[in-house]
């Protein structure tokens, strides 16, 4: 049996804040619901409280005609709700049947019956299309995989409506492909999805009907099918948005080498990697999860060792041993993961936009006042909204901790900027400001690496793009050539 | 630049930053309702020569957990304070004493060739801790568990087992760097205020203090950032090992000898006026002064049970322990 | 040539022979020592005279052998028994057990290898685990100093007392002390804290004391370790009131100020030295050579100390 929802005017307060104003709306059973709006609109809180992670201040919520209220997660789960986090809740010690059945142990006396759990969890791993063991520790797996374990799980927990928060975010446009058909398997099955995401093309694919939220209100819901991928932004933000992309104007022709690596191989990564950007450019870097990009920067930087390869800055060699070697000779990287490596999420805003280049303000006692006034600067020129400076990291959103963790890795005025995955789990408002942005970048002269598993962007955006496929470099491709096919035909070596 | 986007910030700033701030006061709000506790109890609590006694008695622990602060705040631990100390104090004695009977130096000259001693020794013992920490790759806490037998171990085998004694005539010399005042108060608490002081500014106001709190904070993030985070660690040790020099060189001319009883549990008393003060034992920030209050806080503690004798001389300890975790409580919202 | 060959033959058969016929008559002794590993002043001077007692012994009898073994806690020694037992292969055992409760069973077990057992300060919970009993005078170790104290007050006045850790030994002599000065009713315990038989935490405990008594006429320090923070405490307080400082056990220093007479606080000690393990040792090394038994109690008494016997009880080499 599917899950039929009916909010009636759910309002939520935290402390004198309101995030959510009187939302009514319902959800007939087995459909594909596309939950649409920037980050803050409320969508998250109005999840929170249908999966039991919240309560709601007022209002009601029914569940098949009859009104419920969650006090947990648990509750939520036995009515057949699960919520599936961005950030996914396994326990990376563990086997995937173990995770299955965290708190759930199956049991056979006072014992745990690993037997049983193996067997059915091998039957779910199957049902999402994961062919692998149910001994395998989570830790051993890949992000599309976590997230194939995590369906699994909620398919154990005879999950009949399913809530994907931002699911595809970090996946590859093949696995994306394979979870989509999983969706639809499921939906014919019976099972309601809603379905959390900033990727309109891909809501625009998978949705029966979206449902827009804005500044804790509902504000409509339409079949996919009537309304474009421009309308569902203009939606979402309340007002027209202009083309998403800065006009893109070449670098200068007698522009120098910002950057040439020659040779770079990445032991267990990469091998023979050879690219150069000008000053001006904006050069993009395709390719599958575990293609090897990320690691080949990283090891640019200095943070994992290479066996061989030049690097060179400006025409001069260089020697970058550490990321310190690599700030102070003008390079600077942003991390694809925000919370585990961009940014200290619990320390104050301010001390993550210096930390790089600390000695400026240290004199040697740091200048706290010095370091206000780059904050300040930095939130209007970034446009980070933030209502007070002396907040941590974590109580921004997405979006404004991304803009930060640019605003971090630009602070040292570096000539070559490498950002990895920039525009990850951040809404179309705050994307295309950091598409604007780097546009900015690359005028005043500076090279711009941009590594994206997102193609609209590499093509929207990029005047070069890189394609790598298992360590390797397979082709570069100009600003004509780009085009979707292309770039997953090199991805994936179908070409 | 295009104009940014509506995305609303943090939606309860006021509250937590008010949360903040009631919690951060914890230690103190402890700390004076203990004074009144113990005014109660006995009016010679409130003596100014108590509070001399009490704030003297702490300055041992305080300078030790001042150090501490920052190897807690950078996610480490030194389970080996109290030995160092021991090892240390036994060192000095032994060094001193063999010095006299070389004869060749002056006294004065013995006592600061002494405290040399003492302190290289505390930043040397510091330098291996951190060196086996980040570059032999071992927890900070197995290393450090193990070096607080092995100092220890070597105190018993200098001391014979029994007890190394100053000789009586350097102890002489030596004495007023506990027993003398200056302006009124003792000289071991002008040193604990100057090294709480130093501290405070180190963590808060230099780039070294902010990588300290960066890298417990997350350390991969702090890498990226292009930290040394090694060298970093390898200096919040050796500051934790000179505290702990400077505190021995204090402690020495008390009672002018070393046993295998010194320094014993320093380890973690110091640990819990760290905590106590509210910094989190998991690392990433934290505050000297609290720290400070925190160390005051657990001997006025120990203090006031002397005064009185409502409690069971059994229970002593239970009542430190009631008084750790009720302080505890009382922070626990920060996070 | 070949008669020479015989008579090294004969030699060489004489020597085996000898030999064999020696550990026939007399039986050899192979004696375990267990006691805790030195963390204070007496523990201290426990190892150094097992130390001694062996270098003395094992020289003037070649059939004996003296293991010693360190412990530093109850667990710890009772593994060690075993190993004492299975892999030394003892016939003979010294004890000072760390603990009487903990201890009983895994002594009994090693009597019950036909071990000859001698415990040493702390008797077991069941006297049947072992044959002989050497200890201090526990009693007495309270009790002289509460004479003493009463007696050179004249009958009236404050004392404090210091503890030890917590532990039957410290019961017995506190309440020993108690009991003597009920002799002299005007003779007022003020408060008795614990300062486990430290030097810091005596130091702090007499700060208190003096912060909140105004007048105090002597202290049990209870043990010389104690006492050195004590009078530490008194001269930092400049408090002239206190005039005996009694502490306890006879340590090196202690003695060594009695006799020099360099504190007029310090007028008398009461024995209670790390030396009778060596008095145990010795009395059941001796015994076993000769395959007796001891007496099933042996008390070492403990006495007062004061000026004129000093002498006797300083043993300069002893680290106590």
New interface residues.
């Given amino acids: 049996m599917s899950v039929a929802v009916h909010f009636d005017a759910i309002r939520k307060d935290?402390?004198?804040?309101r995030?959510l104003h009187g939302v009514s709306f319902e959800i007939a059973p087995g459909r594909i619901y596309g939950l649409l709006g920037?980050?803050?609109a409320g969508k998250s809180t109005l999840m929170k409280i249908l999966s039991g992670y919240e309560t709601a201040t007022a209002g009601e919520m029914r569940i098949d005609g009859v009104p419920q209220v969650f006090g947990n997660s648990r509750q939520a789960e036995a009515a057949g709700i699960v919520l599936i986090h961005q950030e996914f809740n396994l326990a990376e010690h563990l086997t995937i049947a173990q995770n299955m059945y965290l708190g759930h142990e199956k049991r056979r006396g006072p014992f745990v019956d690993d037997v049983a759990m193996r067997k059915d969890a091998a039957r779910y791993l199957a049902q999402v299309g994961l062919t692998i063991s149910p001994d395998t520790r989570v830790r051993d797996l890949i992000v599309a995989e976590k997230q194939l374990v995590e369906i699994a799980k909620a398919l154990s927990r005879n999950a009949r409506l399913l809530i994907m928060d931002e699911p595809t975010a970090t996946l590859t446009p093949g696995e994306t492909a394979r979870l989509f058909t999983l969706m639809t398997k499921l939906k014919d099955d019976g099972v309601t999805l809603l379905y959390i995401s900033h990727k309109l093309d891909e809501v625009e694919h998978i949705t029966d009907e979206i449902i827009v939220m804005r500044d804790g209100r509902f504000i409509t819901r339409e079949a996919t099918a009537n309304v474009t991928r421009q309308q569902m932004a203009n939606l979402m933000?309340g007002r027209e948005l202009s083309d998403m992309f800065p006009p893109r104007n070449p670098p200068a022709a007698d522009a120098p080498v910002a950057l040439k690596v020659s040779g770079l191989t990445v032991p267990g990564w990469a091998s023979e990697l050879d690219f150069e950007v000008h000053a001006g450019e904006i050069l993009g870097f395709a390719g599958l999860v575990g293609a090897g990009r990320t690691e080949s920067f990283e090891a640019i930087i200095g943070?994992r060792p290479r066996s061989a390869g030049q690097i060179e800055m400006l025409g001069r060699p260089v020697q970058l041993k550490?990321?310190?070697d690599?700030?102070r000779h003008g390079l600077t990287?942003l991390?694809e993961d925000r919370k585990?490596?961009?940014?200290?999420?619990?320390?104050p805003l301010a001390?993550n936009l210096t930390?790089?280049t600390?000695?400026r303000?240290?004199h040697?006692?740091?200048s706290?006042q010095a370091e206000r006034a780059a904050l300040r600067q930095a939130v209007a020129?970034?446009?980070?909204?933030?209502?007070?400076l002396?907040?941590r990291a974590r109580?921004?959103?997405g979006?404004?901790q991304q803009k930060l963790a640019l605003a971090?890795v630009l602070h040292p005025d570096p000539k070559v900027v490498v950002l990895d995955e920039p525009t990850r789990g951040v809404?179309?408002?705050?994307k295309?400001?950091i598409y604007?942005?780097i546009h900015?970048l690359a005028a005043q002269g500076r090279a711009v690496i941009v590594i994206s598993s997102e193609l609209i962007e590499l093509i929207g955006l990029c005047h070069r793009v890189a394609v790598m496929r298992g360590g390797r470099l397979q082709t570069m491709l100009g600003m004509e050539q780009l085009n979707e096919e292309e770039l997953i035909a090199h991805a994936t070596g179908t070409h | 630049m295009q104009p940014a986007h509506t995305e609303t910030g943090s939606t309860r700033p006021s509250l937590q930053r008010m949360l903040r701030h009631v919690s951060s006061l914890g230690p103190v709000l402890g700390l004076i309702v203990l004074c009144i506790a113990g005014t109660w109890l006995n009016p010679d609590f409130a003596t100014l020569d108590n509070m001399m006694n009490v704030l003297t008695r702490t300055a041992f622990i305080g300078i030790i957990a001042v150090g501490m602060t920052f190897v807690i705040i950078s996610g480490g631990i030194d389970l080996s304070v109290g030995s160092m100390a021991a090892l240390i104090a036994g060192s000095m004695i032994f060094l001193m004493n063999k010095l006299v009977l070389a004869g060749t130096l002056s006294p004065l000259a013995i006592v600061l060739t002494g405290i040399a001693l003492a302190l290289l020794l505390g930043a040397a013992f510091g330098a291996i801790h951190g060196l086996l920490i980040t570059k032999g790759r071992i927890e900070p806490f197995i290393v450090t568990l193990g070096t607080l037998g092995i100092f220890r171990a070597y105190l018993t085998y200098l001391a014979d087992g029994g007890a190394l004694t100053l000789d009586t005539a350097l102890n002489d010399l030596y004495a007023p760097v506990y027993y003398a005042s200056l302006l009124g108060i003792p000289v071991p608490i002008w040193v604990f205020l100057i090294v709480a002081a130093l501290g405070t500014i180190i963590l808060n106001r230099t780039a070294f203090g902010r990588h300290v709190q960066a890298i417990g904070s997350n350390e991969q993030v702090a890498r990226y950032a292009a930290i040394r985070v090694d060298l970093v660690k390898i200096v919040t040790y050796m500051f934790l090992g000179l505290c702990v020099g400077i505190a021995t060189v204090l402690y020495v001319p008390r009672l002018g000898s070393a046993t295998p009883t010194t320094g014993i549990l320093w380890e973690l008393e110091a640990i819990a006026a760290v905590v106590v003060g509210g910094t989190a034992l998991k690392g990433g920030e934290g505050r000297v002064i609290g720290t400070v209050i925190g160390a005051i806080l657990l001997s006025v503690i120990s203090n006031i049970l002397n005064l009185t004798s409502i409690i069971s001389v059994y229970l002593n300890a239970a009542v430190q322990g009631f008084v750790i975790i009720i302080v505890a409580f009382l922070q626990r919202s920060r996070h | 040539m070949k008669r020479f060959t015989q008579v090294l033959g004969a030699g060489v058969l004489a020597l085996a022979f000898g030999a064999i016929s020696g550990n026939a008559v007399a039986e050899k002794v192979t004696l375990g020592v267990s006691i805790p590993t030195a963390t204070h002043g007496f523990t201290g001077g426990i190892v150094w005279w097992a130390g001694e007692a062996k270098k003395e012994l094992e020289k003037k009898y070649p059939d004996l052998k003296v293991i010693i073994k360190t412990a530093g806690g109850a667990p710890e020694q009772a593994n060690q028994l075993q190993d004492l037992v299975t892999v030394n292969k003892i016939n003979a055992l010294v004890i000072f057990p760390f603990e009487s409760a903990s201890l009983t069973q895994p002594v009994s077990q090693v009597k019950s290898k036909g071990v000859y057992v001698t415990v040493v300060d702390r008797g077991l919970t069941d006297t049947r685990a072992q044959d002989a009993y050497v200890a201090g005078d526990n009693t007495a170790f309270g009790k002289i100093p509460g004479e003493y104290i009463g007696k050179t007050l004249g009958g009236k006045g404050n004392v404090v007392a210091l503890r030890g850790i917590p532990t039957t030994l410290d019961n017995e002599r506190y309440e020993a002390f108690q009991t003597a000065l009920k002799a002299t009713p005007d003779v007022k315990i003020l408060d008795a804290k614990y300062a486990n038989w430290n030097r810091d935490d005596a130091f702090k405990v007499t700060q208190d004391f003096l912060t909140r008594f105004k007048h105090i006429d002597a202290i049990w320090a209870a043990d010389d370790d104690m006492a050195v923070g004590v009078l530490k405490a008194l001269d930092q307080a400049k408090r002239t009131d206190v005039k005996i400082v009694f502490g306890g056990a006879g340590a090196k220093g202690a003695i060594k100020t009695l006799m020099d007479g360099s504190d007029k606080r310090i007028q008398a000690n009461v024995s209670y030295s790390p030396k009778f393990i060596y008095d145990a040792i010795k009395l059941t090394a001796e015994a076993r050579l000769k395959g007796e038994a001891l007496p099933a109690k042996t008390i070492i008494p403990s006495v007062l100390i004061t000026k004129e016997n000093a002498k006797q009880f300083y043993f300069p080499n002893s680290p106590f």
Wanted: proline share 5%; hydrophobic share 45%.
């Fill in positions: 935290f402390g004198p804040v995030v920037e980050n803050g933000v943070l550490s990321p310190r690599a700030v990287y991390s585990g490596k961009g940014l200290h999420v619990n320390l001390d930390l790089m600390l000695e303000y240290a040697p006692w740091l706290l020129h970034f446009g980070i909204r933030t209502g007070d002396d907040l109580m921004l959103s979006g404004n971090k809404d179309v408002g705050a295309r400001d604007f942005l900015q």
